[in-house]
């Protein structure tokens, strides 16, 4: 499976934006999916994942403010009250198996990544 993810951008505190990926080649159906971000000198660090199409799971630092969610071929991440700190590249992921959600090495495709900055 290709992932292709987009809507990244500016936004200021406070603001929303939602990121999209999109699958081709495979259904992405029987895959676990996962956004991970990676801000400027730090690790990649997981942020949501969704598992059997409803499970959802989150990191504590977005947890309440992100939402993820599927439609057909399409993972979104729907961010509101933004923060400086949200600021990264944001990469969309997808494992065939659901174990350790929030290990990135789990995970054998990925996306491009797309970048969010927020400014305070």
């Known amino acids: 499976v290709q992932l292709q993810a987009s809507g990244g951008g500016s936004v200021q505190a406070g603001g929303s934006l939602r990121l999209s990926c999109t699958a081709s080649?495979?259904?992405?159906?029987?895959?676990?999916k996962a956004w991970f971000r990676q801000a400027p000198g730090a690790e990649r660090e997981f942020v949501a994942a969704?598992?059997?199409?409803?499970n959802e799971y989150y990191s504590d630092s977005v947890k309440g403010r992100f939402t993820i969610s599927t439609a057909k071929n399409t993972m979104y991440l729907q961010m509101n009250s933004l923060k400086p700190e949200d600021t990264a590249v944001y990469y969309c992921?997808?494992?065939?198996?659901?174990?350790?959600?929030?290990?990135?090495?789990?995970?054998?495709?990925w996306g491009q990544g797309t970048e969010l900055t927020v400014s305070s």
């Open positions: 992921a997808a494992q065939l198996a659901g174990s350790e959600y929030q290990d990135r090495k789990k995970y054998g495709y």
């Open positions: 080649g495979h259904s992405f159906r029987s895959y676990s």
């Open positions: 969704i598992r059997w199409g409803s």
